[in-house]
């Protein structure tokens, strides 16, 4: 084993999540006058904190979105986690595996600690991520594709950056991850591999993870 720690995105990493988000997310910006496709909600704000929706918007347009925004997004993607999020085929395999080996591993997201948490009740991810375990953009100053947050959870957890790796399958994620000096294996299940470039390697089914991982 190469590493001493796995840093796991979530939203399409752990959690299935992208396809319900990006839907609402294009479905709101469409209702408020910025028409928003899937493909185009996926394109400009996958793997990206809320904050990247306000500052895209006012530039393309120089509008700025409601002051509920954050807050009615929120409650609509919540209420749909609650009906139809499920866990990413094969995730639990993998967590299994790192803690028979004691391999240690946190989730690093965009995504609110509400968010993250709400999807993990869901799904039966929370009994396999204890708090200290999980860290949000909320927790630094810059969310991907600054290296901040991977860089805070590797200084919490008292590992140095070269000595993790993370599993991402956002562009801004695999710029977050490079920029850390960590090694970075980009998930290709809903991202073209063209667009996780500059990925130490690529995936497209999570037990494809263990055995790159050493496992």
């Known amino acids: 084993m190469r590493y001493e720690l796995v840093v796991f995105d979530n939203d399409g990493v752990l959690v299935d999540s992208e396809p319900l988000a990006n839907t609402i997310l294009a479905g709101y910006l469409s209702e408020l006058g910025h028409p928003t496709s899937y493909e ?11 904050h990247r929706v306000h500052d895209v918007i006012l530039e393309r347009t120089g509008q700025r979105l409601p002051e509920d925004f954050d807050d009615t997004l ?11 999020l499920e866990p990413v085929a094969g995730v639990f395999d993998v967590l299994k595996r790192l803690v028979a080996e004691g391999v240690p591993y946190c989730v ?5 600690h509400e968010r993250i948490r709400v999807g993990h009740r869901k799904t039966g991810l929370d009994a396999w991520f204890r708090d200290e375990h999980v860290f949000s953009a909320q927790d630094v100053g810059r969310g991907k594709p600054a290296p901040d947050l ?5 200084a919490r957890l008292g590992v140095a950056p070269e000595r993790c790796v993370v599993v991402e399958d956002s562009r801004l994620g695999v710029q977050a991850a490079v920029a850390a000096g960590m090694d ?12 996780l470039a500059g990925a130490t390697g690529h995936f497209s089914r999570m037990e494809e993870l263990l055995p790159i991982l050493g496992l």
């Open 150 to 154: 991977f860089l805070h959870a590797a």
């Open 40 to 50: 185009d909600s996926l394109r400009d704000y996958m793997g990206a904190a809320v």
């Open 108 to 112: 690093a997201s965009s995504g609110s």
């Open 184 to 195: 970075v294996y980009g998930y290709t299940a809903m991202t073209p591999r063209e667009r």
């Open 74 to 84: 929120h409650a609509r993607t919540f209420a749909a986690f609650e009906r139809e």
